[in-house]
């Protein structure tokens, strides 16, 4: 029998279908290492932000060539205010692109994303968050939808829903993480989907409820 968690993701399979927009890259289930890239760097721009103001950072760094961590690693030697105006739109940018170069660099001096992928879970979360910039919410984005990893991401929408549906009131990072991986399976696919109709059911609440007061 199915639990409440279970429950939820079905319901919003049924409601949205598969994950689409900016989540049918990050979903996908056949990702290039282009793909994977783009991912991290739109973990690291999409901090204090909508992804409007991310897809606008990512389409100047597509437009200049540089959407790749080894052409941002060589910007940040040589031209990091060339990076900074890149990624304007995404704010914040002075400190963000000091963050995609220090990941960036993570991944060169680590063997790059083939080989991450290999890597132990918890030992590479912990090193990830240790990078400047990255917390946990960014660090397991990176891992769950860039590298494949079975951990969930918890972000204010995870939290949101699981006390609108009065799941539980245990909304602290790591105890909220815990609750949902113990009570679905453990799937680094159903993991990315499950979270990613999280957000979109979030995003069409907020829109319906706009809708209904105007």
């Known amino acids: 029998m199915a639990n409440e968690i279970q429950k939820l993701y079905f319901y919003l ?3 949205h279908g598969r994950p689409s927009g900016q989540w049918k890259l990050w979903c996908s289930r056949k990702k290039t290492r282009t793909g994977r890239e783009e991912i991290v760097i739109g973990a690291i721009l999409t901090q204090n932000t909508n992804w409007r103001n991310v897809e606008k950072a990512i389409l100047n760094l597509k437009r200049n060539n540089a959407c790749s961590l080894n052409k941002i690693l060589k910007l940040g030697k040589n031209k990091i205010s060339s990076l900074q ?3 304007r739109p995404a704010g914040f940018f002075n400190s963000k692109a000091n963050y995609l170069v220090e990941v960036s660099n993570f991944f060169a001096g680590h063997g790059g994303l083939a080989k991450l992928m290999k890597s132990n879970l918890p030992v590479l979360r912990e090193q990830l ?3 400047k910039g ?3 919410e960014t660090a397991d984005s990176i891992l769950n939808y860039a590298l494949d990893k079975e951990v969930f991401v918890i972000d204010k929408y995870t939290q949101r829903i699981a006390l609108a549906k009065k799941l539980t009131r245990k909304l602290e990072y790591e105890r909220l993480q815990k609750f949902f991986i113990e009570r679905i399976k453990n799937d680094f ?3 990315q989907d499950f979270h990613a109709l999280i957000v979109i059911e979030n995003k069409f609440s ?5 809708k209904s007061k105007s």
């Open 13 to 15: 399979r049924k409601k």
């Open 85 to 87: 105006e890149m990624i």
């Open 129 to 131: 968050l240790a990078q």
């Open 134 to 136: 990255i917390g946990p």
């Open 189 to 191: 696919r159903l993991y």
């Open 206 to 210: 907020k829109q319906r409820n706009a």
